[in-house]
Nanobody, 127 residues
């Protein structure tokens, strides 16, 4: 079992920045990936960014490339999502997710590829 706790959400103006954190605890030794997804009201949960836990490679959705950066602190079992140049369309609940083992090709971009989820943190970008 892996337990995930997100933090760092809030209200920010267009063009502003936020940093989300996700701390993993429990059976973290067999994690293959951690990722961030987001869900806007009335919409499906969509992929934002993921990191391959063993070697730190990251992959992000086209909609956030160049604006969002995913990083990790192995010693703290924590991933960070630095979000810059925020837009109103980034408004959503952001969820951290963890996967046991690796995905084919190492990149885990769908919700069904993750085993554990955090409770979510709200990000609101005002125009």
């Amino acid at each position: 079992q892996v337990h995930l706790v997100e933090s760092g959400g809030g209200l920010v103006q267009t063009g502003g920045s936020l940093r989300l954190s996700c701390v993993a605890s429990g059976r973290t030794f067999d994690m293959g990936a951690m990722g961030w997804f987001r869900q806007a009201p009335g919409k499906e949960r969509t992929f934002v960014s993921t990191i391959v836990w063993s070697h730190g490679s990251t992959y992000s959705a086209d909609s956030v490339k160049g604006r969002f950066t995913l990083s990790r602190d192995n010693a703290k079992n924590t991933v960070y999502l630095q979000m810059n140049s925020l837009k109103p369309e980034d408004t959503a609940v952001y969820y951290c997710a963890a996967r046991v083992g690796y995905c084919s090709g190492y990149v885990c971009q769908s919700t069904g590829q993750y085993n554990y989820w955090g409770q979510g943190t709200q990000v609101t970008v005002s125009s």
